[in-house]
């Protein structure tokens, strides 16, 4: 399998990330080689959240630096990255592949077509229909879908497995190994199993926050 980006590194030096002059995060390290996932753990209200926003270039940092080795010298990590958070960032009156083919022009495309994504998450049926229409799983993986159209190295997920039931989150963490094995990094906030072997923890504490 072809590796997307030769080695890849993503480091966070002493991160630190204030939310109307609260600090939220403060002073996290880390470094994810590619083809490595983390889990990001804590309590609601931990800064996970934050966290993942920041790294997708959302969220000015307070203090610290975030890099990424490996990536052209004038490629951002947020250019370089898809974020997915708990909102699904689909327009309800598009069909599930207008939603997708838009998403693969405005990212770069470079991915699966969006039918063939669609197929990949188990929803060969569904492109047709608005995205309005489907049920919360169906919609969930539509939005995953959303990493395969187009080809980018770091993944960024917010509770991806949000309203998937058993097979589906056996079904996402395919994909996941997948992306991980062409050299991908993905990061991803949760409070569920990823049902990923050798996946790292990063354990953001609300008190007490700092890396594991």
């Known amino acids: 399998m072809t590796t997307l980006v030769p080695k890849l590194r993503l480091i966070a ?4 990330i204030e939310r109307s002059g609260r600090p939220i ?7 994810l080689e590619q083809g490595e996932a983390m889990a990001v753990l804590g309590p609601n209200g931990a800064g996970k959240s934050t966290l993942l ?3 997708a270039g959302f969220l000015p940092l307070a203090s610290g630096r975030l890099t990424c080795e490996g990536l052209e010298a004038d490629a951002l990590i947020a250019t370089s990255a898809h974020y997915l958070g708990h909102a ?10 207008e939603n997708l083919d838009f998403w693969a022009h405005m990212l770069g495309g ?6 063939a994504a669609l197929a990949r998450f188990g929803l060969p049926q569904v492109g047709e229909f608005p ?26 997920l917010d509770e991806p497995t949000t309203a998937l039931d ?18 991908g990094i993905v990061m991803a906030a949760t409070h569920a199993p990823l049902g990923i072997a050798d996946i790292r923890e990063l354990v953001i504490q609300p008190a007490m926050r700092g890396v594991a």
């Open 88 to 97: 699904d960032g689909m327009k309800s009156a598009l069909t599930a592949y």
């Open 53 to 55: 926003r920041a790294i």
């Open 131 to 156: 995205f309005g229409f489907l049920s919360a799983g169906q919609k969930r993986r539509v939005a995953l879908a959303r990493l395969l159209v187009a080809r980018r190295p770091i993944w960024l």
């Open 13 to 16: 030096d002493k991160v630190s």
């Open 110 to 115: 470079g991915g699966l077509a969006p039918d």
């Open 166 to 183: 058993t097979s589906s989150q056996a079904l996402f963490a395919d994909v996941v190994r997948e992306h991980l094995a062409s050299g």
């Open 25 to 31: 995060v403060h002073e996290i390290s880390f470094s």
